[in-house]
């Protein structure tokens, strides 16, 4: 109890320090796309963990896509053994962010520092975060200099564009092998008292309709995809979407409406191309032959991706019964699992001890209704003791004026810290 008192009492007097660590992380614009200042982030984070005695390693995801000699998908690796043999704790933050879009009151690269918060795209997400991981990391090896086991602290790349030249490729290298690391605490910005258990599935599929050309003036001597499509939307609307909302999960999804699956269309085309924008000339009659619509399905983990997407096919097969000369195809896109970390694992049962210590109320189970990069040390790296915990909030990420408050940074790192203090240190 005393050492717990003295280990979040060096976190407390490391508050300045948290900040303009931050504020340093914010001034470096990692956008993505296209993936800028990778390499310089992780030079900056890399540098700093080596003085205090970890080994770095510079890991660039070669054939990863997005990955060229102007872009390279930069990531780091730094880690830390104790004086005897035992657990890896590892944090994991990605350091790119997001184009900052319009509506912005400060400069979003500034890390202006107003109010107990700290300005900036990227602060809350996940730059605040990867912040205190390394401030909980600093403290505890101060105060417990002998500890057990392994501190892995990693910055990657890629995360918000599916993390293929970040976590996917460590995952492939063997860095997430349950051998080498045991615990990993993903420090997203999902508030200082929620544990984020994993996430829904999701499936983006294209369907296309078909159809046959013709003089729009003679619309019988052809075949209308769209109106074959409208059909498909129609038959959605009657049968699928009340089937969707019906089916609940006992994952503790936020917010409340994603603990049902749900369907978004995300685009729809059919016939002639759009023109730009200065083309000043009428479109052409015609009968449009192919339609296509993409669909995100995000599924529970109550459901089987085989039975999603037979969903989908027995629903085109509804519709071609229906219509004369009906033709369809559906193209698989995209696809990932659900994955929900047990609540009875080590790392769940440690941070929520922490939480109440730190927070004196109970933490709260969650579950995201996207995806992050947990399914690739899920899938990849077959390591289940995972969970995603971190300062922030979760609204703010991806918008402008974005923040991160500077007293959930410094009551996170505490959590962390009396995290790696009770997996780390043998009693
Ligand atoms: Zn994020």
Not at 120 to 146: L, N, Q, V
Not at 228 to 244: D, R, T
Not at 255 to 261: D, V
Not at 313 to 319: D, T
Request: net charge negative.
């Amino acid at each position: 109890m005393e050492q717990d008192q003295a280990l979040t009492q060096a976190v407390a007097a490391r508050t300045d320090d948290l900040v303009t660590l931050t504020q340093d992380l914010v001034r470096i614009p990692t956008l993505n796309p296209p993936g800028r200042n990778y390499r310089e982030i992780c030079d900056y984070l890399g540098a700093r963990l080596e003085k205090r005695g970890f080994s770095v390693e510079m890991i660039r995801a070669h054939g990863a896509p997005a990955d060229s000699d102007r872009y390279p998908r930069w990531n780091m690796v730094a880690r830390i053994e104790g004086a005897a043999p035992g657990d890896c704790v590892h944090f994991n933050g990605h350091h790119d962010v997001v184009e900052t879009g319009h509506g912005w009151t400060t400069d979003p690269f500034g890390g202006e520092v107003r109010d107990g918060r700290v300005y900036g795209r990227g602060t809350c997400d996940m730059k605040g975060g990867i912040a205190s991981a390394i401030i909980a990391a600093e403290a505890f090896i101060d105060t417990h200099p002998d500890f057990s086991g392994a501190i892995e602290i990693s910055a990657t790349a890629d995360e918000e564009s599916g993390g293929y030249g970040g976590v996917a490729y460590l995952a492939e290298k063997g860095y997430f092998d349950p051998a080498r690391v045991q615990h990993v605490i993903i420090p997203e910005p999902l508030n200082k008292d929620r544990i984020c258990l994993g996430h829904r599935g999701v499936w983006w599929a294209e369907i296309e309709t078909k159809g046959r050309i013709a003089h729009g003036s003679m619309p019988f001597l052809g075949d209308c995809a769209v109106r074959h499509m409208g059909a498909v939307l129609a038959e959605m609307e009657a049968s699928l979407f009340p089937l969707l909302a019906g089916k609940r999960t006992e994952m503790p999804v936020v917010p409340e409406g994603a603990r049902s699956s749900t369907l978004n269309i995300n685009a729809i085309h059919g016939g002639e191309p759009e023109q730009d924008a200065d083309y000043t000339g009428l479109p052409a009659p015609c009968v449009p032959d192919r339609c296509r619509i993409t669909i995100d399905r995000r599924f529970l983990i109550e459901e089987d991706i085989a039975e999603v997407k037979a969903e989908i096919a027995a629903l085109m097969e509804k519709v071609r019964a229906a219509r004369p000369g009906f033709d369809y195809e559906i193209r698989d896109l995209f696809e990932v699992m659900p994955t929900m970390t047990d609540r009875d694992a080590p790392v769940v049962r440690t941070v929520q001890a922490a939480i109440e210590r730190v927070l004196n109320r109970h933490a709260e189970f969650v579950v995201s209704p996207g995806t992050y990069d947990q399914k690739h040390i899920d899938r990849i790296g077959r390591l289940k003791n995972c969970i995603a915990y971190g300062p922030g909030i979760l609204d703010l990420a991806h918008q402008p004026d974005e923040w991160v408050g500077i007293d959930d940074m410094e009551d996170s790192a505490k959590v962390m810290a009396l995290t790696l203090s009770e997996l780390l240190v043998k009693r």
